[in-house]
């Protein structure tokens, strides 16, 4: 395991990771541009005690994986966790979700994520974590709200 650690190291979001974490976003369909994740939300999110985690390979440079944890002073959301497909199955996500749920360990308040519910590997990984699935509860949204009243 510790040569995963030197291939793939975990670091903090540097501004200049932007445009590759959104291209790495789009080809994992972790983001899309109604989704608003901006470099000012990213930003945002971290001044108020959120973190963006990049995995980097050492080999290329390239980003490979990104763990996104927001709060909102009661819990810790885990957002754009993923791998890319080519790095997928040799335990990177296990690296991955350790390192950031250190980090919610840290924080000190209770971790919820979403995942969607054909995910069945992403789902195996959290649950091996400890997470459980919160019942029959569904998620709504508002993306556009310059429709609102």
Not at 19 to 43: A, Y
Not at 62 to 77: A, E, N, Q, V, Y
Request: hydrophobic share 35%.
């Amino acid at each position: 395991m510790e040569d995963i650690h030197n291939e793939f190291p975990i670091r903090e979001f540097r501004e200049e990771d932007y445009d590759e974490i959104v291209s790495f976003w789009e080809h994992t369909d972790l983001g899309n541009p109604q989704r608003g994740d901006s470099l000012n939300t990213i930003k945002r999110t971290i001044e108020v005690g959120g973190c963006l985690l990049v995995m980097q390979n050492n080999a290329t440079g390239k980003i490979c994986g990104t763990s996104w944890l927001t709060t909102d002073g009661r819990r810790t959301m885990i957002h754009h966790f993923g791998i890319l497909p080519e790095f997928q199955g040799n335990g990177l996500s296990k690296v991955l979700l350790e390192k950031t749920l250190r980090i919610v360990k840290e924080k000190g308040h209770q971790v919820k994520l979403e995942v969607h519910s054909t995910n069945i590997k992403a789902i195996n990984l959290y649950k091996k974590y400890g997470f459980v699935h919160l019942g029959e509860y569904n998620v709504y949204i508002i993306r556009d709200i310059s429709k609102l009243f």
